[in-house]
């Protein structure tokens, strides 16, 4: 609303600007023509001054000019006739006053048709810009230097900018962050070929954010059929991609439960019969003092164990039973995992539960397994060493329960970050890669999340937030 007012102010001050110059151009010429007439006696000296006004009010005023050419003459002409009193001299008054007014029409004319050009071709851009802003799909204007000339409003919401920070500014610049064109550039085709392109790109957003865009760029002629602009229309995929993404992740997480389910059955009952045999042959040996023979058999036994970790793994991705809710002690739970997990002696623990945490709704059994899997992850993290920190807090903002495991080992790398819950993805020597996606997909069924923060030669840390209230 302010900015209308000052507008409007603004153009009002502009019109009064022009007739008070219009005014005084007219004055002086009258008074020209007086001290011409009356005091010099000359009849046509400062005459050629009346082009003045008749010409500012011919571009400002359009063929209203006629009527201070008409204005002028008759003072002219009646200058004359009372202060030179010559039918001759009065003539040639008459004749320099119908040349004023001729000369008037023209310019005004003229100066109308200009402004109704530009008004048409005004009315046009506007309605040209409207449309443009109007299209849901981001699309943009681009001269053959590349400089970027008109934006619509779906193109600044998706890319989170101002006008001013996208016109002006080269394409290359704007989108890809870069200081010359691109290599693989297509706009160079166009112009060239004056044919349409179309390709796909994925442009890096600030905080890590990707968006991934099908653009068409299509060439604007001029009267010469010379390719003078492109305009460019940019069709946000990102959500199109996100969901072919998650159904190739969705047909791969099926292929690999079914396989998970299939090879975890085949594999446990040759474990079992390994595992008892070794419980035979240990039973056995109890009184035979063959500590080497017994150490192997613990070895075997610890081995089976691990497998048998393995196959539960395999079993619970495949079918990822629904919780059984129920009142649970995240403290509790906690500590037998502690109690269960075996930690080195080269390793110092650090534990910090709250105290008179509330009660949950959650399954104890899913979130014992993703509390294990996570503290186990921790400790090979550190083979040789370290400090791993096991916290319990409430967030009242959020409503929720937070149990973060945090170890001082190796840390994740960057492009590791995005994959770490994917299934069968494992940096270890050991392990299939389940045990984070199945993390995951136990906190998910209790509609909380799992965060994670790492840094390389530092350590990282899991956070397993859990609602209080369901």
Not at 96 to 112: H, K, N
Request: net charge neutral; aromatic share 8%; with cysteine.
């Amino acid at each position: 609303m302010a900015n209308d007012n000052f507008f409007a102010v603004s153009a009002l001050l502009k019109r009064n600007n022009k007739f008070i110059i219009l005014l005084i151009a007219i004055l002086a010429c009258v008074i020209f023509d007086f001290y011409a007439g009356f005091i010099i006696g000359k009849a046509i000296v400062y005459t050629h001054f009346f082009y003045i006004p008749i010409i500012l009010a011919g571009l400002w005023y359009y063929r209203k000019a006629v009527y201070v050419a008409i204005s002028l003459g008759a003072l002219h002409v009646l200058t004359t006739f009372f202060a030179l009193g010559s039918v001759i001299v009065t003539l040639e008054s008459l004749q320099r006053a119908a040349v004023l007014g001729a000369v008037a029409y023209v310019i005004g004319f003229a100066s109308e048709k200009r402004a109704k050009a530009e008004e048409g071709i005004i009315k046009e851009r506007d309605r040209s810009r409207k449309i443009l802003s109007t299209i849901g799909e981001a699309v943009y204007i681009i001269d053959r230097d590349l400089t970027i000339r008109e934006v619509n409003r779906t193109h600044l919401k998706t890319f989170d900018m101002k006008m001013e920070e996208a016109i002006g500014k080269k394409c290359y610049e704007l989108f890809f962050n870069r200081k010359e064109i691109c290599l693989d550039c297509p706009l160079s085709n166009v112009f060239n070929n004056g044919a349409c392109v179309r390709v796909e790109r994925m442009v890096a957003l600030p905080e890590g954010a990707k968006k991934y865009f099908d653009i068409i760029f299509c060439p604007l002629f001029d009267e010469e059929e010379k390719v003078v602009q492109i305009v460019c229309d940019v069709r946000d995929m990102t959500e199109r991609k996100e969901m072919e993404e998650k159904l190739t992740r969705s047909e791969r997480f099926a292929a690999i439960g079914e396989f998970s389910s299939g090879m975890a059955h085949e594999l446990r009952q040759p474990l079992g019969v390994i595992n008892n045999s070794v419980y035979f042959i240990g039973s056995k040996l109890e009184d035979i003092g063959e500590e080497k023979v017994k150490k192997h058999l613990a070895i075997l036994e610890k081995e089976v164990k691990h497998a048998n970790r393995l196959i539960t793994d395999l079993l619970d991705f495949a079918r990822v039973e629904a919780p059984m809710f129920k009142e649970c002690d995240v403290n509790q739970v906690v500590e037998e995992v502690l109690s269960s997990v075996e930690i080195p002696s080269n390793m110092a623990v650090k534990k910090e539960l709250k105290e008179r945490i509330p009660m949950i709704q959650a399954d104890s059994y899913q979130i014992q397994r993703v509390c294990f899997n996570l503290v186990s992850n921790a400790v090979s993290a550190m083979p040789e060493g370290g400090s791993l920190e096991i916290k319990t807090e409430v967030d009242k903002e959020e409503e929720n329960i937070a149990i973060s495991i945090a170890d001082t080992g190796k840390g994740i790398s960057k492009e590791n970050m995005e994959k770490v819950f994917e299934p069968l993805f494992t940096t270890k020597a050991r392990g299939i890669g389940l045990g984070l996606s199945l993390c995951k997909k136990y906190v998910e069924a209790h509609e909380g999340r799992i965060e994670v923060e790492s840094e390389v030669g530092k350590g990282t840390k899991f956070i397993v937030k859990l609602p209080i209230e369901k």
